[in-house]
C-alpha cells in the first residue's frame, strides 16, 4: 500500500456524462498531482495541487477539472465524457522538497 | 522531439539473468532528476529508484541499479538476478529545474514491456 488512496477503482459510464474521480494523499503530503495513462498518448501529467491551490497545469482539457480540499484530498472532475477519455487516471502525492512521486493505483475509467 | 525515448518496446529474459533497460533523455536544464517506475499488470505504478543530474555516484537500490551517463545522457537500469515477480513494464522518467523546486511535473518515457522467463 503507497498511502495514497483513489476511488473509485474502476468506472464504467456513458458518453456526455460526468464523473468524478477521488485521492487521498499520503498523510503529510501537501502537494497532488493528477495523471492520465492512456493507449494511444501514455502517461500525460493533467494538474498539480500545492496545500489548496493550482501550482501547475498540463495537458488537462477544457471539460475537466480538478480541486483540493482542506483536508488536501483531491477531486478531479471529467465531463462531457467521450470515447477518447477512457484510460487510467493516477493520483499521486509528494512532501515539500521531496524527489520522489507516490503513485494511488488508479481509477480505471472505461466510457462505453 | 522526444524527451525521454525508451527504444525497446518489449524484452524477454531468462529468470535470474542481469537485465538492462535503455533510457535516453534530451534536456538543456542543468538540474534534473531521473526516474524508473515499474508498472505490474495489475495497473499501479511503483517507485523503484532515482539519480539526480548532479549525484556523483550511481544510484541503488537493491536489485535495481542506474547506470548514469551524464555525457551521454543515458539512464539505464540495471536489475540483477531477474526473478519472475519482475515481469511489468517498466517506465523512465525525468523531471527539469528538481533544485529550485517549483517543477515536480514528470515527462515519461514510452516504457518497455519486461518479460521473465521461468
Given amino acids: 500500500d503507497s498511502g495514497v488512496t483513489q476511488t473509485p477503482k474502476h468506472l464504467i459510464t456513458a458518453t456526455g456524462q460526468r464523473v468524478t474521480l477521488r485521492c487521498s494523499p499520503r498523510s503529510g503530503d501537501l502537494s497532488v498531482y493528477w495523471y492520465q495513462q492512456s493507449l494511444d498518448q501514455g502517461l500525460q501529467f493533467l494538474i498539480q495541487y500545492y496545500n489548496g491551490e493550482e501550482r501547475a497545469k498540463g495537458n488537462i482539457l477544457e471539460r475537466f477539472s480538478a480541486q483540493q480540499f482542506p483536508d488536501l484530498h483531491s477531486e478531479l472532475n471529467l465531463s462531457s465524457l467521450e470515447l477518447g477519455d477512457s484510460a487510467l487516471y493516477f493520483c499521486a502525492s509528494t512532501s515539500t522538497g521531496a524527489n520522489v512521486l507516490t503513485f494511488g493505483a488508479g481509477s480505471r475509467l472505461t466510457v462505453l | ?118
Fill in chain 2, 1 to 118: 522531439a522526444q524527451k525521454i525515448t525508451q527504444t525497446q518496446p518489449g524484452m524477454f529474459v531468462q529468470e535470474k539473468e542481469a537485465v538492462t533497460l535503455d533510457c535516453t533523455y534530451d534536456t538543456s536544464d542543468p538540474s534534473y532528476g531521473l526516474f524508473w517506475y515499474k508498472q505490474p499488470s495489475s495497473g499501479e505504478m511503483i517507485f523503484l529508484i532515482y539519480q539526480g543530474s548532479y549525484d556523483q555516484q550511481n544510484a541503488t537500490e537493491g536489485r535495481y541499479s542506474l547506470n548514469f551517463q551524464k555525457a551521454r545522457k543515458s539512464a539505464n537500469l540495471v536489475i540483477s538476478a531477474s526473478q519472475l515477480g519482475d515481469s511489468a513494464m517498466y517506465f523512465c522518467a525525468m523531471r527539469e529545474g528538481y533544485l529550485t523546486g517549483s517543477n515536480y511535473q514528470l515527462i515519461w518515457g514510452a516504457g518497455t514491456k519486461l518479460i521473465i522467463k521461468p
